[in-house]
């Protein structure tokens, strides 16, 4: 019995694995992130209004002094959750994804090992023919 129950190949199945993790990480290597999170910068726009770090704040200022004064009043509640969630979704908006400067030969050096692994492993759970040699 091969590899996933079938009679594909245990070897293929790890040559595969093994091109496909090491295509993944040199991919991922090669991918910088960057953030433009700042106080000054804006974080979500609403309509054609910046909402900078520090204008996200404010109802939660608010609603954190509506929970001290009275914890049984909804408004603090919602402020403070509204303006938390605002924040966390511009913090993660502001993200920026760039690949590295590579030579075309190392791009499909990574590429190859990605989806050359891939085919190797998807080759390897299905059933090989047993009339095949190869």
């Known amino acids: 019995m091969g590899a996933g129950g079938t009679?594909?190949?245990?070897g293929r199945f790890f040559?595969?694995?093994?091109?496909?993790?090491a295509g993944g990480y040199l991919f991922f290597d090669a991918i910088s992130v960057?953030?433009?999170?700042g106080w000054g910068r804006p974080l979500l726009r609403v309509g054609g209004y910046g909402l900078?770090?520090?204008?996200v704040l404010?109802?939660?200022?608010?609603?954190?002094?509506?929970?001290f004064y009275n914890a049984d009043k909804?408004?603090?509640?919602?402020l403070a959750a509204a303006s938390l969630i605002m924040l966390g979704?511009?913090?993660?908006?502001?993200?920026?994804?760039?690949?590295?400067?590579?030579?075309?030969?190392?791009?499909?050096?990574?590429l190859a090992l990605l989806?050359?692994?891939?085919?190797?492993?998807?080759?390897?759970l299905k059933a090989r023919d047993p009339g095949r040699l190869t």
Do not use: N, Q
């Open 7 to 10: 009679s594909g190949g245990v």
């Open 34 to 37: 960057h953030t433009g999170f």
């Open 115 to 124: 989806f050359g692994g891939l085919g190797l492993f998807l080759s390897s």
């Open 52 to 55: 900078t770090g520090g204008m």
């Open 15 to 21: 040559i595969g694995l093994a091109m496909m993790v």
């Open 74 to 78: 909804i408004l603090g509640w919602l």
């Open 89 to 110: 979704v511009g913090v993660i908006a502001s993200i920026e994804f760039r690949l590295k400067s590579m030579s075309s030969f190392e791009l499909l050096t990574i």
């Open 58 to 67: 404010i109802p939660f200022l608010f609603g954190i002094g509506l929970i």
